[in-house]
């Protein structure tokens, strides 16, 4: 196992560098937690830095369903998702009316510190024109040494529970993790064939006629670390 995250990491590294990251072309951003200070956790972003790096990038913003129609544009996504969203980043979003989307993964809904049913739902009130809805899978679970049957079904329940509860067709899917080491060309594939929907990876580059060479979506992993950076390049 040690031995595979290894080489794994190291090809998603190669992938990373060798593609990286344009600042003319689609850039979708992911994030998992909002804190009130600066933090060094490599899945957290400050509420300080959220606001500066969403004011500077305002202009370039698109919604997700513009992203296969689009040559340039950056797209935001939240994964899993915590609380420190709704109670912390969600009223920015609103402010700046910045559209996002929530990769929703039923598993953690109504757990402590996750989002409930009741506040997915008020979300989709109050950000009615902002927000859209994202499969994570049902069970957050590395797909790559996980049976073909479940990763399939772990995709079909998750569209099942957009449907149930929220009244919504799942059009985008971001495998759980979304790594190199979590996901594999065949899970892309088995997946795809269902809905015909590429899935969200997370790849730290742009999003470059993926489709047609990878069959997925690259993703941005954006902290306290590295937001600096990126955002530079993405705003260059
Ligand atoms: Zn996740």
Do not use: W
């Not at 899945?43 to 689009?70: A, R, V």
């Not at 402590?112 to 989709?124: A, D, F, P, T, W």
């Amino acid at each position: 196992m040690i031995l595979n995250r290894i080489i794994y990491g190291l090809l998603q590294k190669t992938h990373e560098l060798v593609h990286g990251i344009k600042s003319n072309g689609i850039n979708v951003l992911m994030f998992h937690k909002f804190t009130e200070n600066i933090t060094k956790d490599k899945y957290s972003i400050s509420i300080s830095t959220l606001k500066n790096l969403l004011f500077s990038l305002k202009s370039n913003i698109i919604h997700i369903h513009e992203i296969q129609n689009s040559k340039s544009g950056i797209v935001i996504t939240i994964d899993d998702v915590h609380l420190s969203f709704y109670e912390k980043a969600f009223p920015i979003f609103i402010e700046y009316k910045i559209p996002f989307t929530l990769f929703i993964c039923p598993e953690l809904i109504g757990r402590v510190n996750y989002l409930s049913k009741e506040q997915v739902l008020k979300i989709l009130t109050l950000g009615k024109d902002l927000v859209t809805l994202g499969n994570h899978g049902y069970y957050h679970r590395v797909s790559r040494f996980s049976s073909k049957m479940f990763v399939e079904s772990n995709y079909k329940e998750g569209q099942n529970y957009l449907t149930e509860n929220f009244n919504i067709k799942g059009s985008f899917f971001a495998f759980p993790y979304g790594s190199y080491y979590a996901v594999s060309a065949e899970n892309i594939k088995n997946v795809y064939k269902i809905d015909k929907i590429y899935p969200f990876l997370t790849v730290n580059c742009s999003f470059d006629n993926f489709f047609e060479k990878k069959g997925f979506v690259p993703r941005i992993n954006i902290n306290d670390c590295n937001s600096t950076n990126r955002l530079l390049r993405l705003t260059q």
